[in-house]
């Protein structure tokens, strides 16, 4: 969990951007493609200066964890210091479209279990921010995660975000301790179903696509 890592004014600034078609590459309906109800659009390059300057920083942060993951996975990549040096691992390995999406959802709305993997080359952890204020914006639209644990039934988590609020979270799979040694779990993420008002979220992938 990251509180407060937005202001009340940076996202109604970034919830505001959502019907300017100038700022994204493209339009997803989720009904059409069974995704759940709602939509999204992909930002387009060059990012919002906040969004740029924000997936750079959190980058900075959590580089040292995802090369641990990995370390303890037995897993060979390592990550690069920089998000700009990992840019350029994305964009050798043809994945060149932008990732971060500004998500829309209104009454009756929800976003399946899923997990954000856009080519062969992914970061594995992911941010989400919550621009609107549960309980005055929007009722329902929990931000939910799923953790399936080998020969083990499904664990589900509700994670209580408030407005600006913003969850770090696997976008595939994660290291967990066990009595002999690390083993990997796999995680979905989704949204329940939103019972009234709107509800606007800000998803920062690190990883672009093909």
Excluded at 34 to 48: I, N, S, T, V
Excluded at 71 to 90: D, G, V, W
Excluded at 125 to 132: C, D, E, R
Excluded at 180 to 188: D, I, M, P
Aim: some cysteine; hydrophobic content about 40%; charged content about 20%.
């Amino acid at each position: 969990m990251l509180p407060k890592l937005l202001t009340l004014d940076e996202c109604r600034a970034i919830a505001a951007l959502y019907p300017d078609e100038s700022h994204f590459r493209s339009h997803v309906v989720m009904a059409r493609h069974g995704f759940g109800k709602g939509e999204y659009r992909y930002f387009a390059y060059p990012l919002p200066d906040l969004l740029g300057q924000l997936r750079a920083a959190l980058y900075l942060r959590l580089f040292p964890i995802a090369n641990g993951w990995n370390e303890r996975m037995s897993e060979p990549a390592r990550y690069p210091e920089t998000h700009a040096a990992f840019l350029e691992r994305c964009y050798a390995a043809g994945q060149t479209r932008p990732t971060p999406l500004l998500l829309q959802y209104g009454p009756g709305d929800y976003n399946c279990l899923h997990q954000d993997l856009y080519g062969e080359l992914a970061f594995p952890l992911q941010v989400a921010i919550l621009l609107s204020a549960p309980g005055t914006d929007f009722t329902g639209g929990e931000f939910l995660l799923t953790e399936q644990r080998p020969r083990m039934q499904t664990r589900a988590e509700v994670v209580p975000l408030g407005q600006g609020d913003a969850v770090a979270f696997a976008v595939h799979n994660r290291p967990v301790q066990g009595t002999r040694g690390s083993y990997r779990v796999n995680l979905r993420h989704g949204v329940s179903r939103i019972r009234s008002g709107r509800r606007h979220t800000l998803g920062i992938i690190f990883h672009d696509a093909k």
